[in-house]
C-alpha cells in the first residue's frame, strides 16, 4: 500500500471535536469499511456513534449476527406504501464494519439518525476511495471539503436531529462518530448550537431477509467476490494488498478465464486481455473512476470476448461462500426493481442510492439451473442420442458457405491478367491498367474454368495434442439435405446443461453429402495409417467425397503425404487457414448439444446458451 | 479542398451533416466515448464497432456520439462493391492523359482529424477490410496503391463501423475482427426509451398513438420478431397521413392496425391491441 500508512490514527487530528472523533467516510465503500477497522482497533473508543437510523438498530444487531451473510431490511416507506425501500447488511460496508468492530472492542454503540425522516438524497459524487492507496485519508476528506454539497432545509434538518444525539453523549467518553462524508459539514454546522429533539414517526415497521445468493451482485455496493477478499482480510488485517481492488479484479477476471475454458472450451487471447484493460479504464474515467466497477467489468467482457465470458465475469463476481439460500429468515431473490413480500407488491428502492449502480448489463441472459445438484444427471435416459436440430442446420449452412468460399478462392488462382490483344475476355483490370499508365496499354481479366466441384469438408478446431476430445462419433443425416458427419468432442454427457441435455465442444469434424453412407470412422481399420484425429477426418473425406475437391480448414496445412494420397484418389485438398474465418462464427459452430432422446427436443431451447 | 502528400495532390472530400438526435440509452453512447477515449498521447483509441438489428439505430447512435465531440463527421457506405481503393484514394480521369486523386472520406478525416462512421461494414468483403489492417492497429496509417502515397492519421482520427447482424455479409477474419474493438452491442430500447424516441421523431403525434405503437412494438421484441423503432417511425408516421385523409372521427387504432398491414404485413398485427 504505497503512500498509505498502516493506521490512520495520525491522519485525522484536525477532525477532533472535544471527546468526539470524526470519522467520515463513502458509503459502501470497501477501502473506508478497513479505514475504519484499523482506526477503531488503534483508538479503541469508548463509544462507536454511527449514521443509521435509530429505529433500526434491533434488525442491525441481528443482520449482525447473521454476517458474514448478507442481511437485507425491508420497510415500507410510510404506512401502507407500495414503494418500499431496503438496505443492504452487508460485510465491506464502513458502517456495518463500525457496528461490528465496535462490537468487538465493546464499545457501546449509538445509532444517530432520527426516526422521523428519512435520510435526504444528496448527490453521490465521490472521488474513488481506491485513491486511498495513494493519498491520505485526510488528504482525501479535505479535497472533498473544498467543494461542499449545496444544503437545503432537508439536509439542515436531517444534521440537527443527529446532532442532538450527539449533544447528549457523556462527554468522559471518547467517542468515534462515523458518518457520510457528504452529511459532514451540515452535521458539524448543527453541533455549533444547541438541538431541539427531532419529531418521531409512530407507523415504523420493517421486516429482516436473507437475499437469495444469485441476487448479490445487483443489491451489493461492492460486488461479492470483492467482499468475500475483504472477509478474509478484516480478520487478520494483514498485507491489504489482500483487497486492493485491482489486484482482486484481475483474480477475478483469472477466474471468469478459467471457467470460461471450461465452459466453451475458448481460450482468452493476449489481445483481448489487454483490451478489456484499456476499454475498462476507459470507462470507468468517463465516470470520473479510478478502477472500474463491475457493470463496466461485464459490459468489456462482452464488448471484447463474447456473453459468455460476460456471463463468467458477472457470476464469478456474484459468487460469495457464506450465503446460504435456506436460512430461518424468509429468502427473497432482489434482482428485479420490485419484490413480493408477504403476497404484498412493492417498488424498491435503495436506501442510499448510488448513481453509478447499475444493474446486470442488459441482454445479459441467465442460465437455467438445477433446483439440486444431479437433478438434471438423474434423468439422463442413456438409450439413445440425438442432435439439436436448429444446430444441424447451423452447421449446415456453414459447410455450404466453406463450399462456396472453396470455389472463390480456386477461380481466383485461375485468374490471369494480361494486355489487351484481341479480346476484353472477363472485363478490363483497372487497377492494373492505372498501374501500367505509362506503357498506355489496356489490361484484361481472364477467368479459366474450374474443373470439379466441392465435396467434403473437414474442419479442425483443435488438433487435440493433449487428448481432450475423448468422445468420438459417426452420426448420418436424417433427410438428404443433412449430411454425414464424423466428429470428435468433449464427453457432452460430463456437462449437462438441462435434463438429458449435454453440452460439448468440437475439437473437429467432417461432413460430407449425399448422405447414410459413412460407416464408423473411428474404428474403420483403412485409416489406422492417420497419426492424429484430423489425419483420420481427412482421409475419410478423401475417401467419401464424391467431388475431386476436399476442403481442409484447420491451423496448420495437412502433412505433405496427404496431398499424394488426394492425387492418387483424383482428390485435391484445399487447406483454408482457420485464421482466414469469422471467430464468432467459429465459436457459434463449436458448441454442440447432444440429447439423450427424440422426446428432449421439444424442451432443448430452454436450456440451451 | 487539395492537400499535398509526399509531391500528390489530393483533393478532399465533404463533411456530412445530418439531423438526427440520440434519444435515451445512454448507456451504449458511454460505451462508445469511452472507446474513442485516449488518456495520454502514447496512447491510441479503440475502432468501435456497433453491431445490432437493421433500424435499431447504430448509425444514428454513431453520428450523434460523434457530433458530442464536435469534429467533422464523414460517413461512408460500405456495400459489396467497396473495393480497396474507394476506402482511400481513388484515381479520376480528368482530362487526356490526365489523373486526378480522389480522396475517400475516410482518407479525408483521417487527414483532417475527424471521424467516419463505416456504415454497413460487415457488407464489405475481405480484401476491403484488408487494405485498412494498418489503420486500425498502432501504425495508424492507410497505403494507397493508385496513388503510390502512405497517409498517416490525424491523433483527432476517429473510426467507428456499424454492422448488421444479419446474414448478408462477408466474415470478418479474425486479424480484423481483432482490430474492431471493442463491439457494442445495441439492443432493443426499453419501454419509456422507444416512447421517448418514438415522440422525437413524430412530435406531431398524439400521445394516445405513440403509446399504442410503442406498446406494439414491445409485443414484437418480447417475441423475438425484428420489428423496429424504425418500423415504429414509418407506421407512426404513416398512420398519421391516413388520419388526415380519412374521417376525423374515426379511431386511430384503425389507421395504425392500417398501417402495420401495410408496413410490415398482415402478420404482425398479432402483437397490436384490438380497437
Known amino acids: ?609 | 479542398m487539395i492537400v499535398e502528400i509526399d509531391g500528390v495532390p489530393l483533393h478532399l472530400a465533404h463533411p456530412d451533416a445530418l439531423s438526427v438526435k440520440w434519444v435515451g440509452q445512454e448507456e451504449v453512447m458511454r460505451q462508445l466515448l469511452a472507446a474513442w477515449l485516449v488518456v495520454d498521447e502514447r496512447d491510441i483509441p479503440m475502432n468501435p464497432r456497433l453491431v445490432g438489428k437493421p433500424g435499431v439505430g447504430k448509425t444514428t447512435l454513431a453520428y450523434a456520439a460523434a457530433s458530442r465531440l464536435s469534429r467533422e463527421i464523414y460517413i461512408m457506405q460500405a456495400t459489396v462493391d467497396t473495393r480497396p481503393e474507394d476506402l482511400i484514394v481513388q484515381p479520376v480521369i480528368e482530362g487526356p492523359g490526365q489523373l486526378r486523386y480522389v480522396a475517400s472520406p475516410l482518407v479525408t478525416a483521417m487527414l483532417r482529424g475527424g471521424i467516419v462512421i463505416l456504415d454497413e461494414g460487415n457488407r464489405m468483403s475481405e480484401k476491403s477490410w484488408a487494405s485498412l489492417a494498418p489503420l486500425l492497429d498502432t501504425r495508424r496509417y492507410v497505403e494507397s496503391i493508385v496513388a503510390g502515397i502512405k497517409i498517416q492519421a490525424h491523433p483527432l482520427f476517429r473510426l467507428v463501423a456499424t454492422m448488421n447482424d444479419d446474414s448478408s455479409t462477408f466474415d470478418l477474419p479474425e486479424y480484423i475482427h481483432s482490430r474492431l474493438q471493442p463491439q457494442i452491442l445495441i439492443d432493443f430500447p426499453e419501454r419509456d426509451e422507444e416512447l421517448s424516441i418514438l415522440r422525437e421523431n413524430l412530435p406531431f403525434a398524439e400521445d394516445k398513438m405513440l403509446e399504442y405503437v410503442t406498446d406494439f412494438l414491445q409485443q414484437a421484441h418480447n417475441n423475438e420478431e425484428r420489428f423496429t423503432v424504425r418500423d415504429g417511425i414509418n407506421i407512426g408516421r404513416y398512420a398519421i397521413k391516413l388520419m388526415t385523409t380519412l374521417d376525423a372521427r374515426a379511431d386511430f387504432t384503425h389507421a395504425v392496425r392500417f398501417s402495420i398491414d401495410k408496413v410490415l404485413g398482415e402478420e404482425a398485427l398479432r402483437y397490436a391491441r384490438r380497437p
Open chain 1, 1 to 609: 500500500m504505497p503512500g498509505a500508512p498502516e493506521s490512520p490514527a495520525g491522519e485525522l487530528s484536525s477532525l477532533q471535536r472535544g471527546h468526539l472523533r470524526y470519522f467520515p467516510v463513502v458509503p459502501g465503500r470497501l477501502e473506508f469499511a478497513a479505514a475504519v477497522r484499523r482506526e477503531l482497533l488503534a483508538n479503541r473508543p469508548g463509544v462507536v456513534a454511527v449514521e443509521l437510523p435509530a429505529w433500526l438498530q434491533p434488525f442491525y444487531m441481528e443482520a449482525l449476527d447473521r454476517l458474514p451473510q448478507f442481511s437485507v431490511v425491508v420497510y415500507p416507506e410510510g404506512g401502507e406504501s407500495e414503494r418500499g425501500v431496503y438496505v443492504v447488511v452487508e460485510p465491506a460496508d464502513p458502517f456495518v464494519e463500525a457496528l461490528r468492530t465496535a462490537q468487538e472492542i465493546g464499545a457501546e454503540l449509538l445509532f444517530l439518525e432520527p426516526n422521523a425522516i428519512d435520510r435526504p438524497h444528496l448527490p453521490d459524487l465521490y472521488p474513488d476511495s481506491h485513491s486511498l492507496r495513494s493519498i491520505l485519508l485526510d488528504q482525501y476528506i479535505e479535497a472533498y471539503r473544498l467543494f461542499p454539497q449545496a444544503r437545503n432545509d432537508e439536509i439542515n434538518d436531517h444534521a440537527a436531529g443527529m446532532a442532538w444525539r450527539l449533544q447528549g453523549t457523556d462527554s468522559t467518553k471518547p467517542t468515534t462518530v462515523v458518518l457520510s462524508l457528504n452529511l459532514f459539514d451540515a452535521v458539524l454546522d448543527a453541533m455549533e448550537k444547541p438541538q431541539d429533539p427531532p419529531r418521531d414517526r409512530k407507523d415504523l415497521t420493517a421486516e429482516l431477509v436473507n437475499p437469495h445468493p444469485d441476487c448479490l451482485a445487483e443489491i451489493s455496493q461492492e460486488y461479492p467476490f470483492l467482499q468475500e477478499r475483504y472477509e478474509h482480510y478484516r480478520a487478520l488485517m494483514g498485507d491489504d494488498a489482500r483487497v486492493d481492488r485491482r489486484r482482486v479484479q484481475y483474480e477475478l477476471l483469472k477466474e471468469a478465464e478459467r471457467n470460461y475454458l471450461a465452459q466453451t472450451g475458448d481460450a482468452i487471447a493476449h489481445w483481448q486481455r489487454r483490451m478489456m484493460a484499456r476499454y475498462t479504464r476507459n470507462l470507468a474515467m468517463l465516470e470520473n473512476q479510478l478502477v472500474a466497477g463491475l457493470f463496466d467489468l461485464t459490459v468489456a467482457a462482452r464488448a471484447v470476448v463474447d456473453d459468455n465470458y460476460a456471463w463468467e465475469v458477472w457470476h464469478a463476481a456474484n459468487s460469495y461462500a457464506w450465503q446460504d439460500e435456506h436460512t430461518p429468515l424468509e429468502t427473497l431473490n432482489l434482482s428485479a426493481e420490485e419484490v413480493y413480500l408477504h403476497s404484498r407488491r412493492m417498488r424498491l428502492r435503495r436506501r442510499l442510492p448510488r448513481k453509478k449502480q447499475r444493474l446486470m448489463p442488459r441482454g445479459l441472459k441467465e442460465r437455467p439451473k438445477e433446483k439440486h445438484p444431479g437433478e438434471w444427471a438423474e434423468q439422463l435416459d442413456g438409450n439413445s442420442i440425438c442432435s439439436y436440430p436448429p444446430e444441424d442446420l447451423v452447421i449446415e449452412d456453414y459447410g455450404k458457405f466453406l463450399r462456396e468460399r472453396a470455389k472463390t478462392i480456386l477461380r481466383e488462382e485461375r485468374v490471369r491478367v494480361e494486355p489487351f490483344t484481341t479480346s476484353v475476355h472477363d472485363g478490363i483490370d483497372i487497377r492494373e491498367t492505372i498501374r501500367n499508365w505509362h506503357e498506355g496499354k489496356i489490361y484484361v481479366r481472364k477467368f479459366e474454368r474450374l474443373s470439379g466441384d466441392v465435396g467434403a469438408v473437414v474442419v479442425i478446431f483443435d488438433e487435440d495434442p493433449l487428448d481432450r476430445y475423448t468422445y468420438m462419433t459417426t452420426w448420418l443425416g436424417e433427410h438428404q439435405n443433412e449430411s454425414d458427419m464424423a466428429y470428435y468432442a468433449t464427453q457432452p454427457f460430463d456437462h449437462l446443461v438441462g435434463p438429458g441435455i449435454g453440452r460439448a465442444e468440437y475439437g473437429g469434424f467432417l461432413m460430407v453429402l449425399p448422405p447414410r453412407r459413412m460407416f464408423d470412422v473411428w474404428n474403420d481399420p483403412d485409416y489406422d495409417f492417420a497419426e492424429s484425429k484430423p489425419e483420420r477426418l481427412l482421409m475419410a473425406a478423401l475417401d467419401y467425397s464424391v467431388e475431386r475437391h476436399v476442403v481442409y480448414v484447420a491451423a496448420k496445412p495437412p502433412r505433405s503425404i496427404f496431398r499424394s494420397i488426394a492425387a492418387h484418389l483424383n482428390r485435391q485438398i484445399i487447406y483454408i487457414p482457420i485464421g482466414q474465418l469469422s471467430p464468432t462464427k467459429l465459436k457459434k459452430l463449436r458448441v454442440v448439444h447432444v440429447l439423450d432422446s427424440h422426446e428432449r427436443r421439444k424442451v432443448a431451447k430452454d436450456f440451451l446458451w
